[in-house]
């Protein structure tokens, strides 16, 4: 049985993302984000009203680092993880048994609409989508994975053809799928695009995944769906926008809250025109058309 280092730190949320990369930088193998315990705001359903309830003010990062020789390394990694995150990081042995344990406890099933759902394995239910998230797919509670899995179900129309961008698990492009679509998901990352096979395979679904560069793929696509930062979606905006299809629907998120505008300019530049934009805490969803 192989041992870790659970490494685990207390930030402001808006040192999250920074921190975050610096543990990457530093060798963490995963990284997981968290609400404070007892700071979880209550999971938001697409059919709840009302105003949004606040993100807590700070997140809990854990990193996971191979424990072999760990303990010598810990005095040089405290230092660089808090001369970033200006909190002291604490660490503990975790065997494999715990850490996947530990990890399964921060997914959740997602209800999207009545009588839509995805879930992980462990939690799904007869008829969920099932998906297996792996080391890079978020809890599930993200705001910005629950824009594009709610957007995808209200979009999704019988007979037309959706390009997930940046696929990760492939979970747009199954449940466009399940809509009644054909699809097709690109990533940059080869173990992503095997990863949405494999969950392919696992709900019995057809779906294309592969890594071609979106400046390669050829439309057009009736729905276009895109969860990236919001400096990337500027220099793919020409792209998205080729790809569309005439009626089509571009649905974009990924987007910190202060630099939307810069998204927004970029694929109006293309001629799009805006239809609706979504806030949720610090994030943004934009949808638009022709």
Request: aromatic content about 6%; hydrophobic content about 45%.
């Amino acid at each position: 049985m192989g041992t870790w280092a659970e490494v685990s730190v207390q930030v402001p949320r808006s040192r999250g993302e920074l921190v975050g990369e610096r543990m990457l930088e530093l060798g963490s193998q995963g990284l997981q984000e968290e609400h404070p315990p007892g700071m979880a705001p209550p999971l938001r359903q697409p059919w709840d009203t009302g105003p949004l309830p606040p993100n807590p003010p700070a997140v809990v990062l854990r990193g996971w680092w191979p424990g072999d020789g760990f303990e010598a390394a810990w005095p040089q990694l405290s230092a660089a993880i808090a001369a970033v995150a200006g909190a002291a990081p604490d660490w503990r042995p975790v065997d494999d048994q715990d850490w996947a344990d530990g990890w399964k406890r921060s997914f959740t099933r997602l209800e999207i609409a009545p009588g839509v759902a995805v879930a992980p394995p462990w939690l799904a239910q007869d008829g969920d989508l099932v998906i297996d998230p792996g080391m890079a797919f978020g809890t599930g509670e993200h705001a910005t994975t629950r824009m594009c899995l709610e957007a995808t179900a209200r979009l999704a129309a019988p007979g037309g053809a959706c390009l997930d961008v940046g696929t990760g698990t492939g979970v747009i492009a199954l449940l466009a799928v399940r809509g009644g679509m054909s699809a097709r998901g690109i990533d940059i990352d080869p173990d992503a695009v095997a990863a949405a096979h494999e969950n392919a395979d696992r709900n019995e679904l057809v779906a294309a995944f592969d890594a071609t560069p979106l400046q390669q793929v050829e439309g057009p696509y009736d729905l276009v769906v895109a969860n990236i930062y919001a400096e990337v979606l500027v220099s793919m905006a020409p792209d998205l926008a080729r790809v569309l299809a005439p009626g089509g629907v571009l649905f974009l998120t990924g987007i910190l809250a202060d630099r939307a505008h810069l998204v927004i300019d970029a694929v109006q530049a293309q001629g799009l025109v805006l239809q609706h934009r979504r806030d949720e805490g610090e994030w943004v969803g934009l949808e638009l058309s022709w």
